[in-house]
Every structure is written in structure tokens, then in C-alpha cells.
């Protein structure tokens, strides 16, 4: 059993991966190729969001976008507690300030009301208002901008999170890594009306290429004009001219012609995820111990992740009779943002974001793709069932 089975999916589609990799290879233009324009058209057309720029990860597209912005020293920038790595590391890599703020305990996605007090613990300067890290301490910060996450494929509450962000002139970036293809109140993710949306795709994401690749959404013209040149080096009218710094941030012309072969299905693909995320919770509703993952009733989750939740003290057990069985697994995310090592001159404290810790002590993540069969759910229900009431 896989966790991902990326080869049942690709003997699916074997034969428009192959044509697609042969036309690149025909035409011979690997960087910045035909099908780099045409995958942001597909792009666009799929999500609804007026411009699209490729760029080669998620995490570039995330930090293209702050860059842009002119994020730096002295800005606060919010992320939630519960996230990859990445979300955080884009803003601490422009050398402002993630100020973390803690999940909502059904959903895992950032909490409005958390939003609402941990800026205004930045603007009083007031860690007894939330808890701020050292620099929002002993210093003012500015806050500039919020990144929301789609935590395992569901979008956060947009309509909360951007009324506090208007209310204090923020700019919000949806990072959209897990959940491109997934739909918050009849619109798809990534045209939600946030200033910026970001989507990954590395093939274990829902849209995976075979290798590194991102894209960035807006629908502000002036910004994707100013990503293009981000992109290249910050180019002027050719590379050579280059009026800002910038990074190398192309999508690989491979990599779009494998996505544009996987774009083909994945609406089916979407589809076939509710499926297979019933099958589970029908197998796995009963057990006692078990709790289920949440999708709101206005939420389409496109389930990069099926995360089931254990009793803290059990998960121990529950893996390791996983693993007798021969089952996969993973935990995201061990430890909670403020209590990765790379974050320690942040000065957080480990009980800061009880949501976020009580999380990441007790998720178990259980294989799960488009292609899992009624067979293995079946055996992975039982294994969970044995495993928590040996
Ligand atoms: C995967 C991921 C990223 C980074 O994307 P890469 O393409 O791996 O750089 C950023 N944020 C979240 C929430 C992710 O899951």
C-alpha cells in the first residue's frame, strides 16, 4: 500500500505525459517555453483567478509575493501555528517578523478572533494581549500582512480573516500549497479575493508535477507585472536589465507539460477524493477514540491529507501497529511552528497555541489519494481499530 500512489494515476495518463514530454523535447525551449504560457491559461481558467504567475516552488511563489509587497525588517507578518515550515520561513527569510497565531481546533486553519488579538498585541506592544514574539517585544512592529493556510486541502474562513485584515489595512496571502482545486463558498481557491493566493505543486500535493513547482494568483495586474520581473532577476525589458532584485524563479517548460497531462483529469481526480474520503469515514465513523476530520458544510476540500485525530496517549500504539501491518503513515506536523528549532529567537513558549500543540500531538495522517481501493481503506480502518483498543 502507498501513502500516495503517484503510479497508479500516472499509468492512467502514461501516454499524454509521454507526448507532452516529447513535444518539449522536440522544440528544445526548456526554459520559459511554450507551455509555461499555456499552463498559466489552463490555470486561470480552472480557478477563476484573473492572472496567474508559474514560478519553480511554493515556497518561491511565496516569497516572490512578500518581495513584491517590499515585506522587511520591522513588519510584522501573521502565519498560523499549524503549517509547513515554509509558510513562516518566506517572511523570516525577508528578515520580518512571522507573528504566529494560533488554529481553530475543528478545521486546523488560522483563527479569525486569534487574527484580531495578535495584532493588536503588535500595535500595543502588549504580549498580554497575545503572545508576540521577542521582537514584537521590544520593539514596534508594523503590521503588514497576513498568510492564511488551506490546512490539508480546506480553506480557511476568508470572510473573517479578510474583514480583520481590511480593518487594519493588511494584505492577505492565501497560501494555497494543500488545496489548490478546492472550493470555499461556491468559489474555487485561489480566486477567494485575497490580494495574492499561492499554490504549490510538488507531487505529493492534490496537483503534483514530477518535481518543483509553484504559481502564484491575483487579480491585481500591477502585481503580476512586478512577479514576472521578480521571476527573472528582477528584469527590466530584458534579463540583462535588471531594475530590482530579484531570484531565479522559472517553472521548469518539463514540469508544466507534465502538469498541463495531469490538469486533464484532475477535476475527476477531485471528485474521486470525496469518494475515497466517505469510504474512510465510513469505515472509521464508529470507532470509539477516532475523530474524524472536518470539512465545513461550505467547504470543497480537494483532501491533500487525511488527518484522522487520537487520543494524545494512544497515537504511540496506533503506529506501531501500523507499522506490524505494513501501513503507512505520517504525522503533519510534529511539532507546531513555534517550537521548530529555526524559530527559537522568536521566543514563543511551547503552551502559547494550545490549539496548535494539542494538533500536532495528536494527528495521524492515513494513505490517501484518487486510486486508494474500498480494499486498503478497509484495512487501514482495522488496523486503526486494533491499534487503539489492543
Ligand atoms: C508544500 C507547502 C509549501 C511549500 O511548497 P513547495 O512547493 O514545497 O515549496 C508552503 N506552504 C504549505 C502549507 C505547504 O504545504
Known sequence: ??????????????????????????????????????????????SGSGHCVSCASGTDALLMVLMAWGIGKNDAVFVPAFTFFATAEAVAMLGATPVI?????????MSPEGLRKAIAAVNARDSSLYP?????????????AVIPVDLFGQAAEYDALLAVAAEYGLRVMEDSAQAFGGEYKGKKNCALGCHAAIASFFPAKPLGCYGDGGAVFTEDPDLAELLCS???????????DNIRIGINGRLDTLQAAILLAKLDIFAEEIALRQEKASLYAERMGSIVGVRLPEVLPHNRSVWAQYCIRLPEEKRAAVIAHLKTQGIPYS?????????????APLEYAEEDFPHALAAS?????????????????????SAVKEGLHA
Open 132 to 144: 508576540l514574539p521577542c521582537e514584537g517585544r521590544t520593539q514596534q512592529l508594523i503590521p503588514r
Open 230 to 240: 521578480i521571476r527573472v532577476h528582477g528584469k527590466g525589458i530584458d534579463k540583462y
Open 331 to 343: 504525522i503533519y506536523y510534529p511539532k507546531p511552528v513555534h517550537m521548530l528549532g529555526a524559530f
Open 101 to 109: 497565531v494560533d488554529i481553530d481546533p475543528v478545521t486546523f486553519n
Open 1 to 46: 500500500m502507498q501513502f500516495i500512489d503517484l503510479a497508479a494515476q500516472q499509468q492512467r495518463i502514461r501516454s499524454a505525459i509521454d507526448a507532452r514530454v516529447k513535444a518539449v523535447l522536440d522544440h528544445g525551449i526548456y526554459i520559459m517555453g511554450p507551455e509555461i504560457c499555456e499552463l498559466e491559461k489552463e490555470l486561470r481558467a480552472f
Open 361 to 381: 500531538r495528536s494527528v495521524l495522517a492515513l494513505p490517501f489519494h484518487p486510486y486508494l481501493t474500498e480494499e486498503d481503506a478497509a484495512r487501514v480502518a
